[in-house]
């Protein structure tokens, strides 16, 4: 992760959760951000409940200010030290929290996955890396990956099947990573990746949680992970629920977007910071928020409808007239 994702002096404009409450200050950003990491390394050292709160509320803070840093591995970190935070006297319900986590994460991430926008893009991709496997295994292959991801969080569940499920999930996340060192590009998941596979091996490769220690839920603090990590990402499908927060990772489900300048005359107008990023196109421009928001924050642009509005409307008053820009979602 990149610092200008957490500082507000960059070309890529920040989507505040709220826009009446967001303060447009780089000492107050760089102050948040050292602050959060201080707290955070006490916790490490430290893991009292207090702190724990502390961490929480600081990312809740500095994500309200900018919806992007609603990233996986944050996101999960949080999550993560919340149930440590909530559960600080009881060893067992940290470990079923936090089994509750990664189980949610690997069954609806592969459960996303199964969609046709996520098969045409996966098959485009191995048709150009590997041609010269035959187009049935190619298929056979792409159509399997949602089943096998969200299986593979299923084995977590039950202490005779957890080992397999984890060194799966340490293999899968193995030939990821050398994927994308190969291919030069999609370092953000890679902390998130480590994390996983860490946590797996260290907490859960012998955990001996059973069936019925994984679904105890007796009282309002595991209802709270319960529902954050399982049954909201439901809501998702009806479109209620934010795609990363559902664990939808890469799972081309959601859209991105252009933002499309409909006179050609404004172009001339936007600062060079954000006209350096302005594509063309048969004699039109327009930027790519997600290539934008890669090559400024080193991380995708968080893909959600509202986000791409308030860019737009940053445009349009940058521009000074509300119809000068276009939002084209693909």
């Known amino acids: 992760m990149t610092y200008s994702l957490w500082l507000g002096e960059r070309s890529f404009p920040k989507a505040p959760l709220f826009e009446f409450l967001q303060f447009h200050n780089v000492f107050f950003d760089l102050f948040l951000v050292i602050f959060f990491i201080s707290v ?126 984890v060194l799966l999930i340490t293999l899968m996340h193995s030939i990821i990573v050398g994927t994308l060192l190969i291919e030069g590009f999609g370092y953000a998941v890679i902390p998130l990746t480590f994390f996983n596979v860490f946590t797996l091996i260290i907490l859960f490769y012998n955990s001996k949680l059973t069936l019925r220690d994984v679904f105890r839920i007796d009282n309002k603090k595991t209802i709270a992970v319960f529902l954050f990590t399982i049954i909201f990402p439901v809501f998702n499908f009806f479109g209620f629920y934010d795609h990363l927060l559902s664990f939808s990772y890469f799972s081309g489900k959601p859209k991105y977007c252009r933002i499309w300048l409909l006179n050609n005359e404004d172009y001339e107008k936007l600062p060079e910071k954000y006209s350096q990023y302005i594509n063309e196109w048969k004699g039109s421009y327009y930027v790519d928020l997600n290539y934008w928001s890669q090559e400024s924050i080193g991380v995708g642009v968080y893909p959600e409808i509202r986000v791409y509005n308030q860019i737009n409307k940053q445009f349009q008053e940058l521009l000074g007239n509300s119809e000068a820009t276009k939002i084209e979602l693909y």
């Not at 010269?132 to 056979?140: D, G, S, T």
Request: some cysteine; aromatic content about 16%; proline content about 4%.
């Open 40 to 165: 955070f390394i006490v916790f490490v050292l430290k893991p009292k409940p207090l702190i724990g709160l502390s961490v929480v509320f600081l990312y809740v803070i500095m994500a309200s200010q900018d919806q992007n840093r609603l990233q996986p591995f944050f996101f999960e970190l949080i999550l993560a030290v919340l149930a440590m935070t909530l559960f600080s006297n009881d060893k067992k319900r940290v470990e079923q929290c936090l089994l509750l986590i990664f189980v949610g994460t690997y069954f609806w991430s592969g459960v996303h996955k199964a969609n046709s926008d996520f098969f045409n893009k996966w098959m485009l991709a191995m048709n150009n890396r590997i041609p010269f496997v035959p187009e049935e295994l190619r298929a056979m292959f792409t159509f399997s990956i949602s089943i096998l991801e969200a299986s593979f969080g299923l084995l977590l569940i039950s202490k005779f099947t957890r080992r397999y499920g």
